[in-house]
Nanobody, 122 residues
Framework: VQLVESGGGLVQAGGSLRLSCAAS????????MGWYRQAPGKQRELVAA????????NYADSVKGRFTISRGNVKNTMYLQMNSLKPEDTAVYYC????????????????WGQGTQVTVSS
C-alpha cells in the first residue's frame, strides 16, 4: 500500500494549512490512519489518528483544539486541517496507515508516506 502526502509549505504563525494523504494499492482494507511529525533532532511523534475502523479520533495534547483529522469523501483519503499554527509545529509530517492487504494471501501492512515539510515562521 502506497501513501502520498501533499499540502505542506511555509506559513506565518497563526496561519493554517491542510495536509492530504491518499492511499493506493490493490485489494486492501485500512483499519487505522494517522499523522506523525518529526522535527530536527527530535523523535517522530503522533499528531493525530483515526482509529477503530476510522471512526474515532485521537490527538496529541499539543495540537488539541487546533488540528482536525478527518476522512476524505474519496475512499482511503485523509486530511489534517491545521489552524493557529505555531513555530513549534515546524516539522516533516508523515502519513501512516495500517490494515490488511491481499498479496498472495492476507497479510498486515504498516505503510508510511514520504513526508511533507511544514514550516511555521514567527
Amino acid at each position: 500500500v502506497q501513501l502520498v502526502e501533499s499540502g505542506g509549505g511555509l506559513v506565518q504563525a497563526g496561519g493554517s494549512l491542510r495536509l492530504s494523504c491518499a492511499a493506493s494499492g490493490s485489494s486492501f482494507s485500512i483499519n487505522g490512519m494517522g499523522w506523525y511529525r518529526q522535527a530536527p533532532g527530535k523523535q517522530r511523534e503522533l499528531v493525530a489518528a483515526l482509529t477503530s475502523g476510522l471512526t474515532s479520533t485521537n490527538y496529541a495534547d499539543s495540537v488539541k483544539g487546533r488540528f482536525t483529522i478527518s476522512r476524505g469523501n474519496v475512499k482511503n483519503t485523509m486530511y489534517l486541517q491545521m489552524n493557529s499554527l505555531k513555530p513549534e509545529d515546524t516539522a516533516v509530517y508523515y502519513c501512516n496507515a495500517i490494515g490488511i492487504e491481499e498479496a498472495g494471501g492476507l497479510r498486515g501492512f504498516n505503510s508510511w508516506g514520504q513526508g511533507t515539510q511544514v514550516t511555521v515562521s514567527s
